[in-house]
Structures are given as structure tokens and as C-alpha cells.
């Protein structure tokens, strides 16, 4: 293209150089300018359409880590093979059980840069996306537990009945607010407040069994036939529980947050004042969430794109 340019312009300071051979150039150059602007607007929108691809890709991948790396696999290929184009070309790769990358390569068609030669141009994107455990987050249950070697899929006490808990505490927690109706809506609702790690929080004193009955049932009234193979994301029975430092205290007393875990929902046990909440353990991805490198790892990450220099 220079070189044609170039030429134009000797051409022009030729005090021979006839007007024919001027109009050839120029339009030489005119077609050149055109193949320019057109078919390098052609691959700016396909490399901006494969970037929004990858980015989405890894990040409908990584949802399902860290559990199932086939599965996070299968999501994000899917994505790409069901919104991108049938030539791309793509690689995914799972590391650490955390992140996932993304190269994908398609070949762009041109249209004016064939007269000089060019008929296809590869454009590239590549894309990370990660989890990371969850450092904050709002709309938990006032329940607190402490950490057992949670295993997936078993059922643990997230409250435990009358007569189990420490010196009238029974694992319900102050959210916002002391007293049962408090407590009541914070099952129901989740606290709206956003909670951290390392927080104190006041626990709830008593068994307050109608309510956590109350609240336990309205939040599996909401999806009734959800099971936990079966339950979907942003389900009401999907829970998530702040993991305590300890639960040995006496009346009402400040408890340390060391992290978050999810659980679904199974539902209240035993009678009267001996009733407990039971559910099963979870790993999740959850939306929404603070999350931190040094934080703790509870089976609760929130993901996120990330460049790919974090993952080197």
C-alpha cells in the first residue's frame, strides 16, 4: 500500500506524467484505502463478537467448579459451539480445579484485500474466568455453624433443638436486629445486610421453634418438589450459612465469622421445642458476592473474569 502510494506521488511531481496513468493509480489507491477500511472493519467486528464469546464462555464454565471439572468443561464448550461460529476454533482449559481458559481462533473471510492477495485472516481471543471463596455477602440465614469437614451431599444441623446447644444457644443468630420476629423474617428473606468475615455477631438465645418452623416452611412452600439433585440455581432452598469460630457461649454473646457454606434446605426435625433445621452440603458458585484470595474456603466462590496473567 505504501508503495503504491509512494508511486502516486512520483507520478504527480512527473512534469511528463500523463493523466491516464495518474487515474489508474489513484484508483489503485482508492481500491487499496477501501479494502483497508472495510475489511479491517470486518475483522474488528468478529474479534469484538469472539471476545464477548470467550468471556462469556469461561464464565458459563466456571459455575460448575470446583466439583465437576467435565461438567465446567462441557458448559463453556457448549456456549461457545451454541453462540459462536462453525469454524471457530476452540480450546478450553481447566487448571487447578479454579480457572478456566479460553483460546478461540476464527477465520474471517475478506472481501477487497482479495485483489492483493489476502482471502482469509485468523482473530484470536483468549479469556479467564475464576473462583474465589467467599469473603462477604448478604442475604444469609440466621443460623451459624461451625465447621465440621463439611462432606458434599450430607445432611448437618444448620439449628440444633432444645436441649442440644450451649447454655440456652441453639445456633440461631441476631441479624439486624434481636428478637423472634426479627429472626422470623431473616429465614424467610435472608438479612439484606452484607456480612463479612472476620464480623462478630450476636447469637439469638432460645429454641424459638414455631418460628424457625414458620420461616423453614414458607422458604420450602416457594419450590416444593426441589430435591438436592434436582434443585436449580437461585432456588429459596438453596441457603447460605455463615461458618462461626465457635458456638460455646453463654446467653446472648458475640460469635467470630470465619466463612460462608451453602446448604440445601431439607427442613425442620423433631417436635415441640426439640425441633432442628437439617441440610444437605453444598459446593457453589454464587453471584454477587465479596471474595478474597486469603479468605477461607468453605465450599462457597463467587467467579469472576481475571486476566490471564493471574493464572501463569
Known amino acids: 500500500m505504501l508503495a503504491v502510494i509512494r508511486l502516486v506521488i512520483n ?3 512527473e512534469e511528463r506524467g500523463s493523466i491516464a ?4 493509480f489513484a484508483l489503485t489507491a482508492l481500491m487499496g484505502f477501501s479494502a483497508l477500511v472495510i475489511d479491517v472493519g470486518v475483522l474488528y467486528l468478529n474479534r469484538v463478537e469472539l471476545v464477548n464469546l470467550s468471556d462469556a464462555a469461561v464464565l458459563a464454565g466456571v459455575r460448575d467448579l470446583p ?3 467435565i461438567a465446567a468443561q462441557a458448559s463453556a464448550e457448549a456456549y461457545a459451539r451454541d453462540n459462536g461460529k462453525p ?14 481458559i479460553i483460546d478461540a481462533v476464527r477465520s474471517v473471510d475478506l472481501f477487497f484485500a482479495r485483489v492483493f492477495g489476502y482471502n482469509t485472516v485468523d482473530v484470536r481471543a483468549q479469556a479467564a474466568a475464576a473462583i474465589k471463596p467467599v469473603s462477604g455477602i448478604a442475604k444469609i440465614v440466621p443460623w451459624g455453624i461451625e465447621w465440621k469437614s463439611f462432606q458434599y451431599g450430607v445432611s448437618y444441623r444448620l439449628k440444633e433443638g432444645g436441649g442440644s446447644g450451649y447454655s440456652g444457644n441453639y445456633g440461631a443468630l441476631a441479624l439486624g436486629g434481636t428478637g423472634a420476629k426479627v429472626y422470623e ?9 452484607i456480612i463479612r468475615t472476620g464480623d462478630w455477631i450476636t447469637t439469638e438465645p432460645g429454641n424459638m421453634s414455631g418460628k424457625t418452623q414458620n420461616g423453614v416452611a414458607y422458604r420450602i412452600a416457594q419450590d416444593p418438589n ?6 436449580k440455581e437461585g432456588s429459596p432452598r438453596i441457603v447460605v450459612v455463615p461458618v462461626v469460630e465457635s458456638l460455646e457461649v453463654h446467653g446472648r454473646s458475640d460469635v467470630k465469622v ?9 427442613g425442620c426435625g423433631g417436635s415441640g421445642n426439640k425441633n432442628y433445621v437439617e441440610g444437605r452440603f453444598m459446593q457453589m458458585v454464587v453471584p454477587n458476592a465479596e471474595v478474597s484470595e486469603s479468605a477461607s474456603s468453605y465450599g462457597l466462590y463467587s467467579s469472576s473474569l481475571i486476566p ?3 493464572v501463569e
Open 11 to 13: 507520478k504527480l511531481t
Open 21 to 24: 496513468t495518474l487515474s489508474i
Open 67 to 69: 466439583g465437576d471439572i
Open 87 to 100: 469454524n471457530d476454533r476452540i480450546k478450553i482449559d481447566i487448571i487447578d480445579n479454579r480457572y478456566i
Open 185 to 193: 423474617k431473616n429465614i424467610m428473606d435472608g438479612y439484606n445486610g
Open 226 to 231: 426441589a430435591t438436592f439433585s434436582t434443585v
Open 258 to 266: 470465619v466463612g460462608f457454606a451453602g446448604f440445601f434446605l431439607e
Open 308 to 310: 490471564l496473567s493471574e
